[in-house]
């Protein structure tokens, strides 16, 4: 006869920065008890609550600093800090770090690019295939889909906050920090970018950029031009405020 575990009732506390992904009961709630028989490692129940473990910091039993693998016992309260500001990259991964952003965070992709970040994404990419892009290539997955983060196969991630493609780029950059290189990518396909004589590109160019403009970019991959045109004051705002968000973060911008 198979004896059942005894049931205990474990404490968690998460910190008011991570209360947003809990369940609606649970987000007034300081301490929210949680049925548990000694079986479950405190990582499985911060999971099990709707916090993906990619979006948490510290963690700590009575005050002692655990691992996700730690099994409580017991009656045990546990806390829950958020990923730290600005959050490290761990090596293997490159510097500054790379990323791979999911199907909805389209935006936010091009404007890394456009601050010289290596930005992976496909608007037709799979969970599976972003999961197998991030793992392979030691990029840190993008998403606001919290399903994903919760796959135990997944490298690294982050929870991108913010409704509009500013905020979610903002919270990004002050999440990790990077070392920005602005104008150096092309925002369609990720590819780096050098400069072109002029008159390697005029096929390419619009009668109105052959006579007003001398200095051009290419893409080494897809081979598209870039210009500093009318458009430039746009995007010269967002390198700007980008540059500020790193530069308070304390990173080198």
């Excluded at 490290?88 to 770090?97: A, T």
């Excluded at 991108?160 to 104008?183: E, H, M, N, Y």
């Excluded at 031009?225 to 430039?232: C, E, F, K």
Aim: positive net charge; aromatic residues 6%.
């Amino acid at each position: 006869m198979t004896r059942t575990p005894p049931q205990f009732q474990l404490r968690v506390r998460f910190a008011e920065e991570l209360r947003f992904l809990l369940a609606a009961r649970h987000r007034r709630s300081e301490d929210i008890r949680v049925p548990h028989d000694g079986t479950s490692t405190l990582g499985h129940v911060i999971q099990s609550l709707g916090v993906p473990l990619t979006e948490t910091g510290e963690l700590a039993v009575h005050g002692r600093r655990v691992d996700p693998s730690y099994r409580p016992l017991g009656e045990e309260a546990a806390s829950v800090a958020p990923a730290p500001r600005p959050q490290p990259v761990p090596f293997p991964s490159q510097s500054p770090p790379r990323f791979v952003l999911d199907v909805h965070l389209g935006a936010v992709a091009r404007q890394l690019r456009l601050l010289g970040l290596d930005a992976a994404y496909g608007n037709d990419m799979s969970d599976d295939a972003l999961l197998t892009q991030a793992n392979a290539e030691h990029r840190v997955l993008l998403t606001q889909d919290r399903g994903l983060l919760l796959r135990r196969a997944l490298w690294l991630g982050a929870y991108v906050r913010g409704a509009r493609p500013d905020a979610q780029l903002l919270d990004v950059l002050d999440r990790f920090a990077p070392a920005l290189d602005p104008w150096t990518r092309c925002m369609a396909c990720n590819g780096t970018l050098a400069p072109v004589a002029k008159s390697e590109i005029t096929s390419l160019l619009r009668p109105g950029t052959r006579r007003t403009y001398d200095t051009f970019m290419r893409c080494r991959d897809c081979g598209r031009p870039y210009w500093r045109g009318a458009h430039s004051g746009r995007l010269e705002a967002t390198v700007a405020a980008a540059r500020e968000a790193v530069r308070v973060r304390g990173g080198q911008g």
